[in-house]
């Protein structure tokens, strides 16, 4: 498998770029942040001066260290919404952009990768890892940077108002984060095993969706559904698992706060009997007590939860290391005369069997030629190789005299047209299915749809245009899908054309159309056609045999 490390980014480089995209709202948080914990930090001192107040009975001090208390409250309240709103704005606009991102580069992956471990697998990662990293990338940071910052300010509050505090508050801190770091490791594993097993069973279900023709036909619903349910246990067992240890880290956590607060009560009598604090200065070191321990056991708790994040981030910097083609860079595809040649390719998939071994032929601009030969000889690779849905290991193929590899890879593949024998549409209206993303009239899709054939199969449909074109592709005929094809190809206008098997599964009477059709339509334009149909074949220009990894004209 082809990887490479010079544009993978670590997990800090990752945060650092997502930063500048979005500095000002990092920022902004950040401030908000640091607004909160100072107001959380001020209320239960106000509070403690507002109770003293109280106990003397000064009414003057009673109002204004109360109003200064919910005041205080008040404002931190107010600043935790707003954090919590600019952190999910964040969270949207980070999700754009990093979905746009991995959506962009897997696009860009090669085929052959695709091919072997399943679109439906990426598409898994794609939704689940992007969405626990961004848990990590946005709330999670801002969640961490909150509750270590209010644990830092109770710790110097307490430690300042008794020594003794300034020495078991932070060795209870210490034992919290050291229990968080041993259950962190082992859930990190469990992290990457759950996220895997998310993403195969995405790969199950779109697999057996896609096929739900097969099983229907087939009578394999039962399999089917005992095969994702297999999938479904897996992941649950998982998760149970996972959740066993988060319940007893849970436990331990909250053990704790309970001793802390005991100990607390007790030195606090014991010191308001002495008259060395006020009732007020104990209910201030309830709150910062609290403020301590609530936010640490939140703090420890998204450590713990972050592994899941963590996991994914790491998925995803493995996923970048993947080789994508390399779409922009090479010669500017112009225009395109036609001429096409093969000088001594080799080529074989994985390393195996040759399957082009010295492969040598040509095609002028504007012939028709025909490629025949028996099944698993090559024919399909021939294709392939000329689209660089795979490179040769050795020869080269040129166009127009020009090696293939020099050429823009999206600007020559714009050049060239290319049909297979499972003709591919997407789920979406004919319209879009026609036009590819370019802009074309009403007047000039029906002139093309006329010049095909399908004109009136179209207008017939009261939605015209707009008729969808089904996920199985199951409203239209074999034929029919065919000559659509054919109507997207010119529309596009290349300046060659394949066509690969495209008459292997229609009747003698819409083949003999289809390939008058295309001599008529296609000519002067560089075609290769794909078959091992003789009556195909006849009325090509010309016939290229592929034999033994060779090619031989006749």
Same mark, same amino acid.
């Given at each position: 498998?082809?990887?490479? %490390?010079?544009?993978?980014?670590?997990?800090?480089?990752?945060?650092?770029?997502?930063?500048?995209?979005?500095?000002?709202?990092?920022?902004?948080?950040?401030?908000?942040?640091?607004?909160?914990?100072?107001?959380?930090?001020? $209320?239960?001192?106000?509070?403690?001066?507002?109770?003293?107040?109280?106990?003397?009975?000064?009414?003057?001090?009673?109002?204004?260290?109360?109003?200064?208390?919910?005041?205080?409250?008040?404002?931190?309240?107010?600043?935790?919404?707003?954090?919590?709103?600019?952190?999910?704005?964040?969270?949207?606009? &980070?999700? %754009?952009? @990093?979905?746009?991102?991995?959506?962009?580069?897997?696009?860009?992956? +090669? &085929? $052959?990768?695709?091919?072997?471990?399943?679109?439906?697998?990426?598409?898994?990662?794609?939704?689940?890892?992007?969405?626990?990293?961004?848990?990590?990338?946005?709330?999670?940071?801002?969640?961490?940077?909150?509750?270590?910052? #209010?644990?830092?300010?109770?710790?110097?509050?307490?430690?300042?108002?008794?020594?003794?505090?300034?020495?078991?508050?932070?060795?209870?801190?210490?034992?919290?984060?050291?229990?968080?770091?041993?259950?962190?490791?082992?859930?990190?594993?469990?992290?990457?095993?759950?996220?895997?097993?998310?993403?195969?069973?995405?790969?199950?279900?779109?697999?057996?969706?896609? #096929?739900?023709?097969?099983?229907?036909?087939?009578?394999?619903?039962?399999?089917?559904?005992?095969?994702?349910?297999?999938?479904?246990?897996?992941?649950?067992?998982?998760?149970?698992?996972?959740?066993? %240890? !988060?319940?007893?880290?849970?436990?331990?956590?909250?053990?704790? +706060?309970?001793?802390?607060?005991?100990?607390?009560?007790?030195?606090?009598?014991?010191?308001?009997?002495?008259?060395?604090?006020?009732?007020?200065?104990?209910?201030?070191?309830?709150?910062?007590?609290?403020?301590?321990?609530? +936010?640490?056991?939140?703090?420890?708790?998204?450590?713990?939860? @972050?592994?899941?994040?963590?996991?994914?981030? #790491?998925?995803?910097?493995?996923?970048?290391?993947?080789?994508?083609?390399?779409?922009?860079?090479? #010669?500017? *595809?112009?225009?395109?005369?036609?001429?096409?040649?093969?000088?001594?390719?080799?080529?074989?998939?994985?390393?195996?069997?040759?399957?082009?071994?010295?492969?040598?032929?040509?095609?002028?601009?504007?012939?028709?030629?025909?490629?025949?030969?028996?099944?698993?000889?090559?024919?399909?690779?021939?294709?392939?190789?000329?689209?660089?849905?795979?490179?040769?290991?050795?020869?080269?193929?040129?166009?127009?005299?020009?090696?293939?590899?020099?050429? !823009?890879?999206?600007?020559?593949?714009?050049?060239?047209?290319?049909?297979?024998?499972?003709?591919?549409?997407?789920?979406? $209206?004919?319209? !879009?299915?026609?036009?590819?993303?370019?802009?074309?009239?009403?007047?000039?899709?029906?002139?093309?749809?006329?010049?095909?054939?399908?004109?009136?199969?179209?207008?017939?449909?009261?939605?015209?245009?707009?008729?969808?074109?089904?996920?199985?592709?199951?409203?239209?005929?074999?034929?029919?899908?065919?000559?659509?094809?054919?109507?997207?190809?010119?529309? /596009?206008?290349?300046? *060659?054309?394949?066509?690969?098997?495209?008459?292997?599964?229609?009747?003698?009477?819409?083949?003999?159309?289809?390939?008058?059709?295309?001599?008529?339509?296609?000519?002067?334009?560089?075609?290769?056609?794909?078959?091992?149909?003789?009556?195909?074949? /006849?009325?090509?220009?010309?016939? &290229?045999?592929?034999?033994?990894?060779?090619?031989?004209?006749?």
């Amino acid at each position: 498998m082809n990887t490479r %490390r010079t544009k993978t980014l670590s997990g800090l480089a990752f945060f650092l770029e997502l930063f500048r995209q979005e500095r000002a709202r990092y920022l902004c948080v950040f401030a908000l942040v640091a607004f909160c914990c100072a107001a959380a930090c001020l $209320s239960p001192w106000l509070q403690r001066f507002a109770i003293d107040a109280i106990q003397s009975g000064n009414l003057e001090r009673i109002v204004v260290f109360s109003l200064c208390a919910a005041v205080a409250f008040g404002a931190w309240r107010t600043g935790e919404n707003m954090r919590s709103f600019l952190t999910a704005q964040l969270y949207i606009r &980070l999700e %754009r952009t @990093m979905k746009r991102r991995v959506f962009r580069h897997l696009l860009e992956l +090669p &085929l $052959s990768l695709l091919r072997i471990d399943g679109a439906g697998y990426y598409a898994g990662r794609f939704q689940t890892d992007v969405e626990a990293m961004l848990r990590h990338y946005a709330s999670g940071i801002f969640n961490l940077a909150n509750h270590g910052t #209010k644990i830092v300010c109770g710790l110097c509050v307490c430690a300042a108002a008794d020594w003794r505090f300034g020495i078991l508050l932070p060795l209870i801190v210490l034992i919290d984060v050291l229990l968080t770091l041993r259950f962190r490791r082992r859930q990190y594993k469990l992290s990457v095993r759950i996220l895997e097993n998310r993403a195969a069973a995405a790969q199950t279900a779109q697999n057996l969706l896609g #096929k739900s023709k097969l099983v229907k036909t087939d009578a394999l619903g039962e399999l089917a559904g005992a095969r994702y349910a297999d999938d479904m246990d897996r992941l649950a067992d998982l998760r149970m698992k996972r959740l066993w %240890r !988060e319940t007893l880290f849970r436990s331990c956590m909250r053990g704790i +706060p309970a001793v802390c607060f005991l100990a607390l009560y007790v030195l606090g009598v014991r010191n308001i009997l002495r008259d060395q604090w006020t009732l007020g200065m104990l209910w201030s070191m309830f709150g910062y007590l609290f403020l301590i321990l609530n +936010p640490l056991q939140a703090f420890c708790s998204g450590l713990l939860a @972050m592994q899941e994040s963590a996991a994914a981030s #790491k998925r995803l910097q493995e996923l970048f290391r993947h080789l994508p083609e390399n779409v922009a860079s090479g #010669k500017r *595809v112009d225009a395109v005369r036609g001429d096409l040649e093969f000088r001594d390719v080799v080529f074989s998939y994985g390393g195996g069997r040759k399957i082009l071994d010295g492969a040598s032929f040509s095609v002028a601009a504007g012939e028709f030629v025909g490629l025949a030969g028996e099944s698993g000889a090559g024919k399909s690779t021939v294709a392939a190789l000329i689209l660089r849905l795979c490179d040769p290991a050795s020869g080269e193929i040129l166009l127009d005299g020009v090696p293939l590899r020099d050429f !823009e890879l999206k600007g020559l593949r714009a050049r060239i047209g290319f049909i297979g024998q499972n003709v591919e549409f997407f789920h979406a $209206s004919l319209r !879009e299915n026609l036009s590819v993303g370019q802009d074309f009239s009403n007047e000039r899709l029906h002139e093309v749809l006329r010049e095909v054939g399908m004109e009136e199969r179209v207008r017939r449909d009261p939605k015209g245009l707009d008729l969808p074109i089904y996920e199985d592709q199951g409203n239209f005929s074999g034929g029919e899908l065919l000559r659509l094809a054919l109507a997207r190809e010119l529309l /596009r206008n290349p300046a *060659v054309c394949i066509f690969d098997e495209i008459t292997a599964n229609l009747d003698p009477e819409t083949e003999a159309s289809v390939m008058d059709l295309l001599r008529r339509r296609l000519a002067g334009r560089t075609v290769l056609l794909v078959s091992h149909r003789t009556s195909t074949l /006849r009325k090509t220009d010309r016939v &290229l045999t592929l034999a033994n990894g060779r090619i031989r004209s006749g």
